[in-house]
């Protein structure tokens, strides 16, 4: 038994209905308000509708997106879900990753055109390449957690590479890989004080 679904209107159709129903509306206008549209006068300034600058703020593809996705894995690890942990940190770390390389490319784009533009996206592609190396360092101690440490030592490695060991993170990391038993050699930081 089949139900018969009602005939899909063209666009040609749902077009002309949409331009008769603008006609039709202007019929019921005063003749005295359609002189005074067609009338000539000044243009008068209207105010601009600002876009929403923020209008991905509630979506993954945004810092505070990634920011969501790495309170869930923090919430998860809590749980001691961390399998769920896992892949939100894996979202987390390749949202930050996208946006630190678009805003990069931002930044090259508007290099020399305008410094202050170029600036602002340099500013943001560092707050989300650190972010980045946040979620990678939280992901690599999932790894160990959940005793897979030979998925835990190639993160721990490229957060090196990016944050170098003289940094906090970096000397995380690294203190990370020492306690797996990957390097043997502890590192430690020489303080500022010393000569």
């Known amino acids: 038994m089949s139900t018969p679904f009602a005939k899909p209107r063209s666009f040609q159709f749902a077009f002309q209905a949409a331009v008769l129903s603008v006609i039709s509306s202007a019929a019921l206008l005063p003749l005295g308000a359609i002189a005074q549209n067609a009338s000539p006068q000044k243009p008068q300034a209207q105010p ?15 810092i505070s ?12 690890v809590s749980q001691q879900n961390y399998d769920l942990a896992v892949t939100k940190l894996q979202d987390a770390r390749q949202v930050f990753n996208q946006l630190s390389n678009f805003y990069q490319e931002l930044t090259t784009s508007f290099s020399g055109i305008d410094n202050r533009i170029s600036d602002s996206h340099r500013r943001k592609a560092l707050q989300t390449a650190q972010l980045r190396d946040e979620a990678t360092y939280q992901l690599a101690v999932v790894y160990r957690a959940k005793n897979q440490p030979e998925l835990a030592v190639p993160l721990l490695i490229q957060l090196i590479r990016s944050q170098a060991p003289t940094r ?3 000397q995380q990391a690294y203190q990370q890989l020492f306690e797996l038993g990957f390097v043997d050699a502890q590192y430690v930081r020489p303080s500022a004080a010393t000569p």
């Open 65 to 76: 997106g990634g920011q969501r996705l790495m309170s869930e894995a923090t919430t998860a």
């Open 48 to 62: 601009v509708e600002s876009t929403k600058p923020n209008a991905l703020e509630s979506s993954v593809f945004s």
């Open 168 to 170: 906090d993170l970096g």
